[in-house]
Nanobody, 123 residues
Framework: VQVVESGGGLVQAGGSLRLSCAAS????????IGWFRQAPGKEREVVSC????????YVPESVKGRFTISNDRAKSAVYLQMGNLEIEVSTVYYC?????????????????WGQGTQVTVSP
């Protein structure tokens, strides 16, 4: 299984960014895909996840209204649309896959991880 993130970069505060996650080596429609972030010195936390089986999504309160997750089964891709970005969200964002859905998408369920993509929000 290979997971590859893209779309990170530098954006001004208040701006938007769309991250992409491409997963291969698996039956895309059977898996849950999650987006996580990890700031220096902090634990990795989920920012959104989606079940490719039935489209269920989970978005934590911390990013609700600003982050939207979607998938494109034809392209075996999952996207994270991030809006109204704040400087504080600058960090590395990771995509990962899980074989089953679990409410709130705990990171322990996710076995295959990408290398991450850096998001930097400037003043």
């Amino acid at each position: 299984v290979q997971v590859v993130e893209s779309g990170g970069g530098l954006v001004q505060a208040g701006g938007s960014l769309r991250l992409s996650c491409a997963a291969s080596g698996l039956i895309f429609g059977d898996w849950t895909i999650g987006w996580f972030r990890q700031a220096p010195g902090k634990e990795r936390e989920v920012v959104s996840c989606i079940s490719n089986v039935d489209g269920r999504t989970y978005v934590p309160e911390s990013v609700k209204g600003r982050f939207t997750i979607s998938n494109d089964r034809a392209k075996s891709a999952v996207y994270l649309q991030m809006g109204n970005l704040e400087i504080e969200v600058s960090t590395v964002y990771y995509c990962a896959t899980a074989a089953v859905w679990s409410r709130r998408c705990p990171k322990s369920y996710f076995g295959f991880w990408g290398q991450g993509t850096q998001v930097t929000v400037s003043p």
